[in-house]
Structure formats: structure tokens, C-alpha cells
């Protein structure tokens, strides 16, 4: 999948991530999509910014993050907006990671390193997904 075929302008996502080449790798990863790209570096921050811009259509969430973590955070966005997709992004990818991720009402999860084509079609499978609910 060529990034440079996709465009997602108008689309909004929103980055959670503390360590600031993993946000470089994933803002590098998207730029070439035309999407508009929101930071926050921890939980409550995320928490803030998906109150304030409801037009957030994705949330890519790092899992440990100072202060809130990325799990508590969730537990709070979705609780809020429970039609917002968060996919978690984690380094700590066992069994017991990934239970915790979906249980704090994460709907994807992705292991890092993260593969450049399994992030955009875990991000383009989402996007489909809420344009399709949007003609409906």
C-alpha cells in the first residue's frame, strides 16, 4: 500500500505518545496522507483534546505514558465517546497486554515496532469504516 495513494484530508487523528521518535515515525508515516495530526504526550492531555475536537476520528495510544496512562485514558475517552476508535500501540505486547487494552475499550492493538503497512491499514480500515456509518 503506497501512503502517497491514500488521502485522508479532513480526517483527524490523534497521536498519544511521550517518546518523541515513535511520534516522528508515526507523523512521517502519515504526513504523506493528508491527514490532520493532533498530539498530546499523556492521558489526561488526550483526554482534553478529544473534548475540546470532536472532530477526532482516531486515536493511536501509546500505553505507558507519564502521569495517566494510555489504559486510563481510553477508559475515559470512550466512556465519553464510545464511537471514537482508539488503537493501542504498545511495546509490552503479550497476551495479558493486549486483554488489558481491549478491556479498557480499545478496539485495535498494534505491537511496536510498528509496521508502516499494518498501521495504515489498521488506520484505513477504521476510516472506511466511519465514512460508511456517515452515509448511513
Not at 521518535?21 to 483534546?49: M, R, W
Not at 486483554?99 to 495504515?120: T, V
Request: hydrophobic share 45%; with cysteine.
Amino acid at each position: 500500500m503506497i501512503r502517497g495513494d491514500l488521502n485522508w484530508q479532513g480526517k483527524n487523528i490523534l497521536i498519544v505518545e511521550d517518546d518523541q521518535i515513535c511520534f516522528s515515525y508515526l507523523d512521517v508515516l502519515l504526513k504523506p496522507t493528508h491527514v490532520t495530526i493532533f498530539h498530546a504526550i499523556e492521558g489526561q492531555q488526550a483526554i482534553n483534546l478529544c473534548n475540546v475536537h470532536p472532530e477526532i476520528d482516531i486515536v493511536l495510544m501509546d500505553v505507558r505514558l507519564p502521569g495517566m496512562n494510555g489504559l486510563d485514558a481510553t477508559r475515559v475517552i470512550t466512556a465519553i465517546r464510545q464511537d471514537l476508535p482508539v488503537i493501542a500501540q504498545t511495546a509490552y505486547a503479550s497476551d495479558d497486554d493486549q486483554e488489558a487494552a481491549f478491556s479498557a475499550g480499545c478496539w485495535d492493538f498494534i505491537a511496536k515496532p510498528i509496521p508502516a503497512n499494518d498501521m495504515i491499514r489498521m488506520i484505513q480500515k477504521y476510516i472506511e469504516k466511519g465514512e460508511e456509518e456517515d452515509r448511513n
